[in-house]
């Protein structure tokens, strides 16, 4: 399977207000998006574990460089385990694809573990993702599938941010 550019860099951060104030300022990223997840759809899994926790992301750029800022409450997750580590770092690089259960095999049969994954529903998509890597304290890839309808993925961050903004999966924060 083929995977194209970088998607987004993730940034994991403990308030997300300074942060985005922060980046915006130092890469001159006048708006922010917040996803939105639709009520009692978020099911997320740390190695294999159902977790209790709020994941809030933030979602901004400029020209085709975007950054994802990740804000974390509740249940120890892969983003606190790397808070805890590491403190405020860029915590992964993500692709899209259109087949994760494809891209998880893939990826397994080269010696890469699922850490952690998630679905969830916002403004009509389903979106599922999982982060992988050889070692949790190691490189981290996200990948993340987002399907419309059945037979329906779209990708393009950018694109996604405003027709988001308009379906409600996301919501402009700045």
Known sequence: MKYGKINHVGIVVKDWNEATDRYGKLFGIKHWYEIVTDEGTFDLKYHGEKKDCKVRIFYGGKGTTKLEIIETQGEKNIYDYFYEKRGEAAH????MTKD??????????NGYKVFQNATFSSGGAK???????KDEDGLI????????TKHIKKGDMPFEMQIGALTGSYKKVK
């Open 92 to 95: 992964h690089l993500m692709y």
């Open 100 to 109: 994760l259960d494809r891209t998880i095999k893939e990826f397994s049969e």
């Open 127 to 133: 979106i599922r993702y999982a982060y992988m890597g």
């Open 141 to 148: 890839f996200e990948f993340v599938e987002c399907s419309l």
